[in-house]
């Protein structure tokens, strides 16, 4: 466990969402959009899909985050695009394995911590290698219509909420799954307001309770990614909803690997998955890194 001192970051990943992670516990380094985009750049910066500043409720300069028990740990997250967001699966776990890493926290293997977010607290459970989040209750909403790059119709989506927006299309083949172009962004109508993540789905096969999807997601502020927590939560969701409930837990393989999904019998979904820090470095010449 090795603290992190100013101007130092550790790049981290879930099933391939990558992030860049900050350490800030007094909240004396506040990020900005500029900052945010030059730490996110793949060419001219470290490279991510968001960034993320590890401070203390009270410290973090924003109400939502602020608005947490004494003493609690906020996930101040922000999209690639300098953007932020409410709330991100996959980031909340490696944000948890930051905090052990730099020695902030001390989790025992099924021990479990909450962490404030802009869609409020969240529960997470170590589970050895593994980390599991409580996103809390869910919303299905309506459909909208979605087109993209690769399919020839616009789809139906149906609208998820799962703290973050999000709109999940069915198709009907990997292959029409594999022919979409996800460099441009999906367009939705009606377009909601603050946007939305979209993913796209293959429902897979369902048996002693459990369903299978494959799935690829945009995500608003980053683009395509390799994964989405959030995201595949909303995509199971959606597939359990069009299959009548058929199961309670989904195993969702993304380009970057596999998530679990569970609903609980109190309507929570859990996801699950690995967080994995790759390697650290300092910031210099205003945004230029080197690993270490």
């Known amino acids: 466990m090795t603290p992190l001192g100013t101007g130092a970051f550790i790049k981290g990943h879930g099933t391939g969402n990558d992030f860049v992670l900050l350490a800030d516990p007094d909240g004396a380094a506040p990020l900005t959009a500029e900052r945010v985009r030059a730490l996110a750049d ?3 910066g470290i490279g991510g899909d968001g960034v993320i500043r590890a401070v203390r409720a009270g410290a973090a300069g924003d109400p939502a985050l602020d608005d947490a028990p004494a003493g609690s740990w906020a996930m101040d997250y922000w999209n690639a695009d300098g953007t932020v967001s409410e709330m991100c699966g996959n980031g909340v776990r490696v944000f948890v ?7 902030l926290i001390e989790l025992a293997d099924g021990a479990a911590i909450e962490v404030a977010t802009r869609s409020g607290l969240k529960r997470v459970i170590r589970q050895g290698a593994l980390f599991a989040v409580d996103l809390g209750t869910f919303e299905l909403g309506g459909d909208r219509l979605v087109a993209a790059h690769g399919i020839e119709v616009a789809r139906p989506g149906l609208d998820v909420s799962t703290g973050n ?4 299309v069915a198709l009907a ?3 029409e799954l594999a022919s979409l172009d996800l460099h441009a962004a999906p367009v939705l109508d009606p377009e909601p307001e603050g946007g939305a993540n979209v993913e796209f789905v293959v429902p897979g096969s369902i048996a002693d309770g459990v369903g299978a999807i494959r799935m690829r997601v945009h995500e608003r502020g980053s683009g395509e990614t390799l994964s989405c927590g959030t995201g595949a939560v909303a995509a199971a969701l959606a597939t359990r909803h069009w299959s009548g409930d058929a199961a309670d837990r989904w195993i969702v393989d993304v380009p970057g690997g596999r998530l679990e999904v569970e609903v609980d019998e109190r309507g929570h979904a859990w996801l699950t998955g690995p967080a994995e820090l790759v390697f650290r470095g300092e ?3 205003g945004g230029v890194s080197r690993a270490r």
């Not at 394995?97 to 020695?103: N, P, T």
């Not at 927006?165 to 999940?168: A, G, L, Q, R, Y």
């Open 97 to 103: 394995r930051l905090l052990l890493d730099a020695g």
């Open 165 to 168: 927006p999000h709109v999940v």
């Open 283 to 285: 910031e210099i010449d």
């Open 42 to 44: 793949r060419r001219f």
């Open 173 to 175: 083949s990997a292959d």
